[in-house]
C-alpha cells in the first residue's frame, strides 16, 4: 500500500530562517515523490518532483530511499512562501497518493 | 492557456439530495481525475479517466458516486443521496497523458465546495 506521511500540521518560522518540510513515505516498489503548493486563494500546483532535480523559488528536495524520506528544504524562508504544502507519493499504478499536508507560515 | 474550469464553486444541499459537479480540463489533455479534499487531509483520488475511459476507480464510493467523461473531454462527478461526510472540496485535474503516468504533471482546477446539511 502506497502512504504518505507529513508529521507536521503547522510550521512557523521567521523570514531569513531556513525551513524544511517532512515528508516520509511507505512504498514497495520505485517510487516518485513531488511536493505541491496551495497558497492562499490559489489553486493547488505542482511544485517540485524528484525526478527533475531542480530547484524551484530557492526549495529543494532529495530523495533518501534509505530513510524514505523527501523532505522539502529552503536555506532562507521568506514571507510569499507562506502556504499550504503537501507532499505526493506516485506509484506504479500511476494514482497520486498526498499526505495530509503542512501549513508553512513565514513571519517578518 | 486557460486552465480547468470547475462549476460551481459552492455548494449547500441537505442529505439524501442529489448534486453534480462539472469539469472542464485543459485543451488537449488526455486525462482527468476527480479528488475528494475533507478538511484537514490531503486530496484522494476518486477516479481517473483516460480519454473517456476509466483508469481507476478503486476509491470512488460506487454505491451513490457516479463519474462520466463523455467525448473524452468535459466530465461530471454525480453524488446521488448525499451523505453528511460528503462534505469536502471535489477538485478535478488534468494531465497531457497519454499514458497518464505518475510523472505526468497534473494541473488543478479551482475545486467545488460542498456542504452537505
Known amino acids: 500500500a502506497q502512504r504518505v506521511t507529513q508529521p507536521e500540521k503547522l510550521l512557523s518560522v521567521f523570514k531569513g530562517a531556513p525551513v524544511e518540510l517532512k515528508c516520509n513515505y511507505s512504498?514497495?516498489?520505485?517510487?516518485?515523490l513531488f511536493w505541491y503548493v496551495q497558497y492562499s486563494r490559489q489553486r493547488l500546483q505542482l511544485l517540485l518532483r524528484h525526478i527533475s532535480r531542480e530547484s524551484i523559488k530557492g526549495f529543494t528536495a532529495d530523495l533518501n530511499k534509505g530513510e524514505t524520506s523527501f523532505h522539502l528544504k529552503k536555506p532562507f524562508a521568506q514571507e510569499e512562501d507562506s502556504a499550504m504544502y503537501y507532499c505526493a507519493l506516485g506509484g506504479s499504478n500511476y494514482k497520486l497518493t498526498f499526505g495530509k499536508g503542512t501549513l508553512l507560515t513565514v513571519n517578518p | 492557456e486557460a486552465g480547468v474550469a470547475q462549476s460551481p464553486r459552492y455548494k449547500i444541499i441537505e442529505k439524501r439530495q442529489s448534486v453534480a459537479f462539472w469539469c472542464n480540463p485543459i485543451s488537449g489533455h488526455a486525462t482527468l481525475y476527480w479528488y475528494q479534499q475533507i478538511l484537514g487531509q490531503g486530496p484522494k483520488l476518486l477516479i481517473q479517466f483516460q480519454n473517456n475511459g476509466v483508469v481507476d476507480d478503486s476509491q470512488l464510493p460506487k454505491d451513490r458516486f457516479s463519474a462520466e467523461r463523455l467525448k473524452g473531454v468535459d466530465s461530471t462527478l454525480k453524488i446521488q443521496p448525499a451523505k453528511l461526510e460528503d462534505s469536502a472540496v471535489y477538485l478535478c485535474?488534468?494531465?497531457?497523458?497519454?499514458?497518464?503516468?505518475?510523472?505526468?504533471?497534473?494541473?488543478f482546477g479551482p475545486g467545488t465546495r460542498l456542504t452537505v446539511l
Open positions: 512504498y514497495s516498489g520505485s517510487p516518485e
Open positions: 485535474a488534468s494531465s497531457l497523458g497519454p499514458s497518464g503516468g505518475a510523472a505526468d504533471t497534473q494541473y
